[in-house]
């Protein structure tokens, strides 16, 4: 009888964790577990009869951004903010991205209305474990 009840305990055990494993999540805050290496904007200038006294405006075709996953988990997804001053849009990298890898990698911004003037920053991670990071206050923009 003791070994039935005992059995019956395990079992219950078993199905009881089994989903608060597919559910666990955790999320944290505090310093990037990604560093920014480099943010730079390639742009093609257009000219022609524009409106501002026919100063040649410059548009950004992409957005080149060099990173390194500081963590000891691989990153599945890494979602970068880029601000210009005048708007903010957003970034995300999908994959998987290895502990101390440095990646060098370029993102189209044809129709992100990015000036040259760009400054990149981490805004969430998501790693292969389920973990999540991401900054305090994560407002996005434009998300691709």
């Known amino acids: 009888m003791f070994k039935h009840l005992k059995e019956?305990?395990?079992?219950?055990a078993v199905v009881a964790a089994v989903p608060a494993l597919a559910c666990a999540q955790t999320i944290s805050y505090g310093a990037a577990p990604v560093s920014v290496t480099s943010c730079a904007t390639?742009?093609?200038?257009?000219?022609g009869?524009?409106?501002?006294?026919?100063?040649?405006i410059r548009t950004t075709d992409s957005i080149?951004?060099?990173?390194?996953?500081?963590?000891?988990?691989a990153a599945a997804s890494i979602t970068f903010l880029v601000n210009d001053g005048n708007r903010q849009s957003s970034?995300?990298?999908r994959g998987s991205f290895a502990p101390g890898v440095h990646i060098n990698r370029s993102f189209d911004a044809t129709n992100?209305?990015?000036?040259?003037?760009?400054?990149?920053?981490?805004?969430e991670v998501r790693f292969v474990d389920g973990s999540v990071w991401q900054t305090t206050a994560p407002t996005v923009v434009g998300i691709r």
Do not use: H, R
């Open 8 to 12: 019956a305990a395990v079992a219950v």
């Open 42 to 47: 390639s742009e093609t200038a257009s000219g």
């Open 49 to 56: 009869p524009i409106s501002f006294a026919g100063q040649m």
């Open 64 to 73: 080149d951004l060099g990173y390194v996953n500081t963590s000891t988990i």
């Open 91 to 93: 970034i995300t990298a």
């Open 112 to 123: 992100d209305g990015v000036n040259a003037a760009a400054a990149c920053k981490v805004a």
